[in-house]
């Protein structure tokens, strides 16, 4: 992609504001969340609510997520600063999140941060393989709004933060940008190949 398609499209995305959620998961004793842009509602049905989720293969909530086929999704007031802190600049795989932390639970068994400003139980439908990510359709079975106020945000968290924890967002955000983009295009070639009737793969698949 030229330079000047890739900056117009980066423009695009900087139009909006996504609220960030706050995902989590729960399989036996093991817990975990992060922090999400990628949550969309799904479905404007009232009483079969939907959503979309996406969430990069190497996150520890990812295997949580696939163990139990549930997770939470919580969003956070506009000051709450200090959960991104927690859940987006360490990772699962080597602390415990959720330690020194008051939570209860979500029916469906989810951790639930005392501060969330509202909760959605979801129960995962359908899950598809992107190549950098698994795509989730969950059905959504429950949740509650617990506080109302204004919400965090992408904009709001970068204006709020510290310098430090702007620095180590940006330094975490391009490594998860290395990463996805060798896994995009390892699964866009393995796409190929599969659709290529001269690879022996797909000759073999086809016997």
Known sequence: ??????????????LYDPPL??????AGE?????????????SIVPDLPRML???????????????????ALQLLASNDIESVRRFGLAS?????????LA?????????LIAGAMSWLDCRVAQRTDIGDRTLYLA??????????GPLLTVAGLLRDATDADR???????????????DAILAWRRCRAEASDPTTPNHHRASA
């Open 1 to 14: 992609m030229n330079p000047e398609t890739s900056a117009a499209i980066t423009e695009v995305f900087h």
């Open 21 to 26: 959620w706050l995902v989590t998961a729960r």
């Open 139 to 148: 059905d959504v079975t429950g949740g509650a709004v617990l506080r109302r």
């Open 53 to 71: 989720l996406t969430v990069a293969k190497h996150h520890f909530t990812q295997g949580l997520i696939e163990a139990s086929g549930a997770f």
């Open 167 to 181: 620095a180590k967002l940006k330094h975490l955000y391009a490594l998860d940008q290395a990463t996805d983009r």
């Open 30 to 42: 093991r817990r975990g969340g992060f922090i999400a842009t990628s949550v969309t509602r799904a």
């Open 103 to 111: 939570t209860s639970a979500t029916p469906q068994g989810a951790p």
């Open 92 to 100: 699962g795989h080597q602390v415990d999140k959720f330690a020194d």
